[in-house]
């Protein structure tokens, strides 16, 4: 009986709601999983910084900036909480991965194969970036490493390939570290697509670009797949989904305002 009571307190401690209202699996608060991800986030690209394959090209990481800065104060606005964020982004020169992914706590990073391959427009650029944002803002960092360490993955001791080399992480960091591994649910996807789109329309970028980004990434995973992919499913019906929600930001794309920034590491 005390065994009954105990399991149900605990499934029940760890019920939390996202921004859009879904009820998330959480044993991480979303304080924790922000100390955890920094820490894994150090550990995954200290040995690429040794390397020399991080912020290699003073020009695209520019850009990115440019435009993450943007997008992310459009976040803040949306969450104010976020203000306190160690917003940052670094760019990992691996021209053969198509990839991106946020850690919470908006700890980003973004693969020069995704800009040398799919070649995207700074309004395409834009719906990748706010779309990894609004996965730190939907706390799916959290309920990743959540669904890790419950799984008992995040709890074993195991060493993550970053570029051929190894890095060792036990615990909360290695959850973390799981997290922007381990394939995103549809829920997930979906929050983050309909997040994101607003986001990107909101700081000034063509909503209309969701769909032909996804339509290149689509074209692209014809041969061998990207690694974005593994991570962010793909449904047939995203592209569409995508288009239809377009026209509901337009007016958000359009408005003659100001489109504030927001600093950005």
Same mark, same amino acid.
Request: aromatic share 6%.
């Given at each position: 009986?005390? %065994?009954?009571?105990?399991?149900?307190?605990?499934?029940?401690?760890?019920?939390?709601?996202?921004? #859009?209202?879904? *009820?998330?699996?959480?044993?991480?608060s979303?304080? *924790?999983?922000?100390?955890?991800?920094? =820490?894994?986030?150090?550990? %995954?690209?200290?040995?690429?910084a040794?390397?020399?394959?991080?912020?290699?090209?003073?020009?695209?990481?520019?850009?990115?900036?440019?435009?993450?800065?943007?997008?992310?104060? =459009?976040?803040?606005?949306?969450?104010?909480?976020?203000?306190? !964020?160690? !917003?940052?982004?670094?760019?990992?020169?691996?021209?053969?991965?198509?990839?991106? !992914?946020?850690?919470?706590?908006?700890?980003?990073? +973004?693969?020069?194969g995704?800009?040398?391959?799919?070649?995207?427009?700074?309004?395409? +650029?834009?719906?990748?970036?706010?779309?990894?944002?609004?996965?730190? +803002?939907?706390?799916?960092?959290? @309920?990743?490493?959540?669904?890790a360490?419950?799984? =008992?993955?995040?709890?074993?001791?195991?060493?993550?390939?970053?570029?051929?080399?190894?890095?060792?992480?036990?615990?909360?960091s290695?959850?973390a570290?799981?997290?922007?591994?381990?394939?995103?649910s549809?829920?997930?996807?979906? @929050?983050a697509?309909?997040?994101?789109?607003? $986001?990107?329309?909101k700081?000034?970028?063509?909503?209309?670009?969701?769909?032909? $980004? !996804?339509?290149?990434?689509?074209?692209?995973?014809?041969? *061998?797949?990207? =690694?974005? %992919?593994?991570?962010?499913p793909?449904?047939? #019906?995203?592209?569409?989904? %995508?288009?239809? +929600?377009?026209?509901?930001?337009?007016?958000y794309?359009?408005?003659?305002?100001?489109?504030?920034?927001?600093?950005?590491?």
């Amino acid at each position: 009986m005390k %065994l009954a009571v105990l399991i149900l307190t605990f499934i029940l401690t760890a019920c939390s709601t996202s921004p #859009t209202g879904r *009820s998330q699996f959480l044993l991480f608060s979303e304080e *924790s999983a922000i100390a955890s991800s920094r =820490q894994a986030y150090t550990q %995954l690209l200290t040995p690429l910084a040794e390397e020399g394959k991080i912020d290699t090209d003073p020009k695209l990481k520019a850009r990115v900036k440019r435009i993450t800065s943007r997008i992310v104060a =459009q976040a803040v606005i949306m969450r104010p909480e976020t203000k306190k !964020w160690d !917003w940052e982004i670094k760019i990992i020169d691996d021209p053969e991965t198509v990839n991106a !992914w946020a850690m919470a706590g908006g700890k980003m990073a +973004l693969y020069t194969g995704l800009v040398k391959q799919l070649k995207p427009s700074d309004d395409e +650029l834009a719906q990748v970036i706010a779309h990894e944002i609004s996965h730190a +803002l939907a706390k799916h960092s959290a @309920e990743k490493m959540s669904i890790a360490t419950a799984s =008992q993955v995040g709890v074993m001791a195991v060493g993550i390939a970053t570029d051929q080399k190894a890095v060792a992480m036990t615990g909360a960091s290695l959850a973390a570290a799981l997290a922007i591994t381990l394939p995103n649910s549809r829920v997930m996807e979906s @929050e983050a697509d309909r997040i994101g789109i607003e $986001l990107a329309a909101k700081a000034g970028y063509d909503p209309r670009a969701a769909a032909t $980004l !996804w339509n290149k990434m689509g074209k692209l995973g014809n041969g *061998s797949p990207p =690694q974005f %992919l593994s991570t962010h499913p793909n449904p047939s #019906t995203r592209e569409s989904t %995508l288009r239809r +929600l377009a026209p509901e930001m337009m007016p958000y794309y359009t408005a003659k305002v100001k489109r504030p920034t927001f600093p950005v590491k």
